[in-house]
């Protein structure tokens, strides 16, 4: 039997993978500690589900043992529930009274045949560690991506060393197995999806972190999150962006752009070297005068050219005196020039424009809040835009100076965001009209004389903010939110782990280009743009951000478009959309130098940006 509200719950993960990382102290599912295959995590156990309730898989020796491994912990409940607000432990205490029937009524429990190409993938890994069973397989299957097709992978391997990697290439490329590296998928637009071999680096999860050069170590199967939290560990930070994506993978695919690319850059800039296997076989680096050169680009789509198998990422030195604040702006014009005067000045190590979409999703634990605070936002505060900038106090300092000290600052974003339940409150409108000014309201705020006032009338305490989740989860969020990085800007930053909040509503695709930010009509041109496209064919959509770059020569554009992955007509319209979306910016990066469609740096992340930037 299959039970619709489980069944909804599973239809609904997005696929981000947030479970795979350990982001909120909570430990990782308890069934992963000896399980590699992403069958085993809450994520692959939502993908079974549905699966089983499609009929689309057998009931196998594979799906009992994931079924068995999972001891009803409910710490699946609080990370899912942290970014998308879904509650993952109702589908895994479904998936076993599915399995208990089946046993029950004397259901054949099928134990799948090894083939020849199976026992060779065995051999080199060991029998564990590649497998050819459906229930395996499914959590390999799909994504939530509107115009990736689902496939069925024949198999799954978990390499350990690089040099079973290189058996495995070797004997794909004999037996012609079209092969595909998975590091979390969360790219969620189908990219590690294949017909044939899926192999997923989980296992290969090394990172050295080497002083004296500068530099850490990373393998595959590493994600952003632990890098950098290794790396602060040792007094340095990493230019990482979503958190749950492998590093490797990661720089291999878009090239790892975030924030921090104000000042760090993006793709070659992120890293060292790199190791590679190549189509063959063979090893190489990119210090090798004789290796492909992945240093250079070219404006198409092309393939995956090798497997990287380990990246020397750069260290970053950190300060003890860093902070982050927030400028506020009723029109993104004065975003804009602020962003780029910051990044041509050189003042700050992570600069960017946020929209009120972002800003609600990452300080609210609930949509219903977040929907609160992105009304209150405009209507209220008269803020469209605000100018995120992390840096030492001598960088804060010069954002004060420039901005007349219209600032929120660290205190005052703890503040808001501890109190954001009482936002809407009237108490806090009547304060705003008490100050009499002619300035926006977001002025008052940034007042130091009203910062008590505020206070008051917030009652910003992390049991307030906590009072907007579910009963049985507010204990666990109001310790999670005593803790002083749950709302300090540097942390959230350099760790990201409010970003997946973005797709909690609705999933997302994320609508991405390089511009000269010189050329401020053209961005205006193209930020409307692709709004004009998405409101044409129906698709709800949003600003996301912009991050100022090159030293304010360049700016990285993210527009976003939603759906709804259950909705069919939904997922025709984003087809539709994004197909517009990208003849119109291939079209702009035809005409105009330094205009760059993120889908062409896509398996050339390890190229120079000066090489896309400046064509
Ligand atoms: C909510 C959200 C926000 C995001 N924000 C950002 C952002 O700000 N900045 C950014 O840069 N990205 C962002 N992304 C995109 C995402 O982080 C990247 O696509 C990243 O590559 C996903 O990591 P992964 O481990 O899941 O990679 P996968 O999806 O598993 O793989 C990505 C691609 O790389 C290939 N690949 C994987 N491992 C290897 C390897 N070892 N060798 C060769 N090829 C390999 C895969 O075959 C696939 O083609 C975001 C994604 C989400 C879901
Ligand atoms: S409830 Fe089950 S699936 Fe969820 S974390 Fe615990 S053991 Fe893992």
């Known amino acids: 039997m299959i039970d619709p509200k489980a069944l909804e719950t599973a239809s609904a993960c997005r696929h981000y993978s947030m479970c795979k990382i350990d982001y909120l102290g909570t430990g990782l599912c308890p069934a992963v500690e000896s399980n590699f295959y992403v069958s085993y995590y809450p994520e692959g156990r939502m993908d079974i589900y549905r699966a089983l309730a499609q009929k689309a898989i057998p009931v196998t020796e594979g799906l009992t043992d994931i079924v068995d491994t999972c001891t009803l912990c409910g710490i699946c409940d609080k990370q899912c529930y942290f970014v998308t607000e879904l509650r993952p432990s109702k589908v895994m205490e479904a998936l076993k009274d599915f399995v208990d029937d089946y046993r029950r009524s004397g259901g054949e429990i099928l ?45 799954v391997v978990l390499p350990r060393t690089r040099e079973e990697m290189v058996e495995i290439v070797k004997l794909c490329r004999a037996h012609d197995l079209p092969y595909v590296l998975r590091g979390n998928s969360a790219n969620t637009m189908g990219f590690a999806l294949g017909p044939g071999l899926v192999i997923d680096t989980n296992r290969m999860r090394g990172i050295v972190i080497d002083r004296d050069r500068w530099c850490a170590l990373v393998e595959p199967g590493v994600s952003a999150f632990e890098l950098q939290r290794e790396a602060k560990r040792h007094g340095f930070r990493v230019n990482v962006a979503e958190p749950a994506a492998m590093v490797c993978a990661n720089q291999m695919c878009s090239g790892i752009f975030s924030l921090l690319g104000a000042s760090y850059g993006t793709c070659a800039s992120n890293l060292v070297n790199a190791e590679f296997i190549g189509p063959e076989g063979n090893v190489f680096d990119l210090n090798q005068p004789d290796a492909p050169n992945l240093f250079s680009f070219k404006k198409d789509v092309l393939p995956m050219p090798a497997v990287c198998t380990r990246v020397w990422v750069k260290l970053h030195p950190t300060t003890d005196d860093e902070e982050g604040v927030l400028v506020p702006f009723s029109t993104f014009e004065g975003a804009l020039a602020l962003a780029e005067d910051l990044n041509k000045r050189r003042i700050g190590f992570g600069v960017g424009i946020l929209g009120t979409e972002y800003i609600s999703s990452f300080m609210a634990p609930t949509k219903a809040l977040a929907r609160q605070i992105k009304e209150i936002f405009p209507e209220k505060l008269e803020v469209n835009y605000l100018v995120l900038v992390l840096g030492d106090r001598y960088a804060i300092d010069a954002v004060r100076k420039i901005t007349a000290n219209q600032v929120i600052d660290q205190g005052l974003f703890r503040t808001l965001m501890l109190g954001s339940p009482h936002l809407a409150d009237e108490r806090l409108s009547s304060i705003l009209e008490d100050f009499q000014s002619d300035k926006p309201a977001y002025d008052i705020l940034c007042r130091p004389e009203a910062r008590s006032v505020i206070e008051a009338a917030l009652d910003p305490s992390p049991g307030t903010l906590a009072g907007a989740v579910p009963e049985d989860l507010r204990e666990f969020f109001e310790g999670l939110y005593q803790r002083p990085e749950m709302s300090d800007l540097v942390w959230l930053n350099m760790f990201r782990i409010l970003s997946s909040r973005m797709g909690r509503d609705r999933a997302f695709v994320a609508c991405i280009a390089f511009a000269p930010l010189d050329k401020k009509e053209l961005i205006h041109a193209m930020l409307a743009r692709f709004k004009e496209i998405a409101d044409s064919h129906g698709v709800p959509n949003g600003f996301g951000f912009v991050m100022p770059l090159d030293l304010g020569k360049r700016a990285l554009l993210e527009y976003d478009y939603y759906f709804d992955p259950a909705n069919q007509a939904e997922i025709d319209n984003i087809r539709r959309a994004m197909t517009e979306f990208a003849g119109y910016v291939i079209e702009t990066s035809a005409k105009v130098p330094g205009v760059a469609w993120i889908r062409h740096i896509v398996y050339q992340g390890f190229s120079r940006m000066e090489q896309f930037l400046y064509i």
């Open 111 to 155: 134990k799948v045949q090894p083939d020849d190409l199976l026992r060779r993938l065995q051999s080199i890994v060991g029998a564990p560690y590649a497998t050819n069973d459906p229930a395996h397989l499914v959590a390999y299957a799909g994504d939530p991506c509107p115009i990736a097709a689902p496939a069925m992978p024949r198999y």
